[in-house]
C-alpha cells in the first residue's frame, strides 16, 4: 500500500520560510514523478511543483516561481518542497502526491493518484 507523510506546516509571518518533507513508503520512489499541490478554503487544489523521477527536471506554478524549490532524496524516499518569502496568499492546506503511472512527469492533478494527509501552512500578514 502506498503512503505518504507530509510534515512540515506551520504558522509563519510574511516574507518567512517553511520546508515542508513527504516521505513515501509502498512505491518505488524513485520510478515517480512527485508533486506538491495546495488548497486554500472555498478553492480547489492546485498544482504549487513537480519534480521528475530523478529529479533533473522541475516545474512551477507561476505564482510560486522563484520563491519556492522542489526536491527529492532518492535514497531517503522523500521529497521536499523549500518556500521562501512567504505570502499571506500562500495559506493552504499543502499535499504531496504521487502519479498513477511511473516514469511519468504530469502537471495536472487528475494523473496523480496517491495523495498525502495534508498539512496546514499559514501565512500571517
Known amino acids: 500500500q502506498v503512503q505518504l507523510v507530509e510534515s512540515g506546516g506551520g504558522l509563519v509571518q510574511a516574507g518567512g520560510s517553511l520546508r515542508l518533507s513527504c516521505e513515501a513508503s509502498?512505491?518505488?520512489?524513485?520510478?515517480?514523478?512527485m508533486g506538491w499541490f495546495r488548497q486554500a478554503p472555498g478553492k480547489e487544489r492546485d498544482l504549487v511543483a513537480t519534480?521528475?523521477?530523478?529529479?533533473?527536471?522541475?516545474h512551477y506554478a507561476d505564482s510560486v516561481k522563484g520563491r519556492f524549490t522542489i526536491s527529492r532524496e532518492n535514497a531517503k524516499n522523500t521529497v521536499y518542497l523549500q518556500m521562501n518569502s512567504l505570502k499571506p496568499e500562500d495559506t493552504a492546506v499543502y499535499y504531496c502526491?504521487?502519479?498513477?503511472?511511473?516514469?511519468?512527469?504530469?502537471?495536472?492533478?487528475?494523473?496523480?493518484?496517491?495523495w498525502g494527509q495534508g498539512t496546514q501552512v499559514t501565512v500571517s500578514s
Open positions: 502526491a504521487a502519479p498513477k503511472l511511473a516514469w511519468t512527469w504530469p502537471w495536472n492533478r487528475y494523473e496523480y493518484a496517491t
Open positions: 519534480i521528475s523521477w530523478g529529479g533533473s527536471r522541475t
Open positions: 509502498g512505491l518505488t520512489f524513485s520510478s515517480y514523478a
